[in-house]
């Protein structure tokens, strides 16, 4: 029986690998809308960042999504970010 191959991306604060499943996927689309990505299939440049309040205060304070999709992060995405990961 064939094994299914598990996704991994590199987390853009931490720079680990992790599976897919474990990380969140910030998007800057063509039109430079900034949003978090739930499906982790929408068009534009993707940052991956781990489901780990400390790795998301670190981001916030070192803008490393920020450099990463080249555009200020507004504030909201960090807080949407923050509220998904507390559930």
């Known amino acids: 029986m064939k094994i299914k191959k598990v996704p991994l991306r590199t987390c853009v604060v931490s720079n680990e690998k992790c599976p897919k499943s474990e990380l969140l996927r910030v998007v800057k689309n063509?039109?430079?809308?900034?949003?978090?990505?739930?499906?982790?299939?929408?068009?534009g440049r993707g940052a991956y960042i781990k489901k780990d309040l400390d790795i998301l205060k670190k981001a916030r304070i070192s803008k490393k999504i920020d450099r990463h999709l080249e555009i200020e992060v507004p504030n909201e995405v960090y807080d949407e970010l923050e509220s998904i990961i507390s559930k």
């Open 30 to 43: 063509n039109d430079g809308d900034v949003f978090v990505d739930l499906t982790g299939k929408a068009n």
